[in-house]
């Protein structure tokens, strides 16, 4: 069966510090990766997402950034965190197909100090 | 992708009633899906109605479909304290596979 790992599961960060949020998934091959955040009591926005290996798209230009080095891992960066930063950040993955269900991690809390 | 609006935004019911969340679209669509989360965690899928369907059932959840109103609902029978979460709906249509929620339903079932 598939699953989806992330972590840390709480972060607090100050102001300007860097981040790396790491996310993975076992037991599919190829999936589409999303990364999403929410803000308290709020729905998702989507951040980016990911049809393959090195292919990103940006939904929302801000100051966080994505990668995928390997099929099943999807990497949430930034260099210089902001307060606005703070929020719920989601991972999620689906298969390659349209109109599929997404599957989600159980998130990491950053909060930025 | 496109959103779907969940109404009421909260629901407060008692343990044994049913709870009944909305969901309304703007344009044609290939699926619908609802989505559960709990506090503090990831949301979990728990139905997909296609474009061609009516209803659809799954243990106490029961969904909905009216694609001339362009809207779903999802009625949650005998509910229980752990049905407490905020609930979601995605449209999502042949363009791809982004989905976008909107605020979702808060749902709060009192023992």
């Known amino acids: 069966s598939q699953t989806i790992h992330q972590w840390p599961a709480t972060l607090v960060q100050p102001v300007g510090s860097p981040l790396s949020l790491e996310c993975t998934v076992e037991g599919t091959s190829n999936p589409n990766l999303y990364w999403y955040r929410q803000a308290a009591g709020r729905g998702l926005q989507l951040l980016f997402y990911s049809v393959g290996i090195g292919q990103i798209s940006s939904e929302v230009p801000q100051n966080l950034s994505a990668s995928r080095p390997q099929d099943r891992q999807f990497i949430l960066s930034s260099k210089k965190l902001l307060l606005s930063d703070s929020g719920f950040y989601l991972c999620a993955w689906s298969l390659g197909t349209a109109g599929q269900p997404q599957h989600f991690g159980d998130g990491t809390r950053l909060s930025i100090l | 992708s496109q959103q779907g609006e969940e109404d009421p935004q909260a629901l407060s019911i008692q343990e044994g009633e049913n709870a009944t969340m909305n969901c309304s679209y703007k344009?044609?669509?290939?699926?619908l899906q609802w989505y559960r989360q709990n506090s503090g965690r990831g949301l979990v899928h728990l139905i997909l109605i296609r474009s061609n369907e009516r209803e659809k059932h799954s243990g106490r959840l029961r969904v909905t479909l009216d694609t001339s109103k362009k809207s779903s609902s999802l009625l949650i029978t005998a509910s229980r304290a752990a049905d407490t979460a905020s609930y979601f709906c995605?449209?999502?249509?042949?363009?791809?596979?982004?989905?976008?929620f909107g605020g979702g339903t808060r749902l709060m079932v009192k023992p």
């Open positions: 344009t044609s669509i290939n699926n």
């Open positions: 995605a449209p999502t249509n042949n363009a791809g596979n982004m989905l976008t």
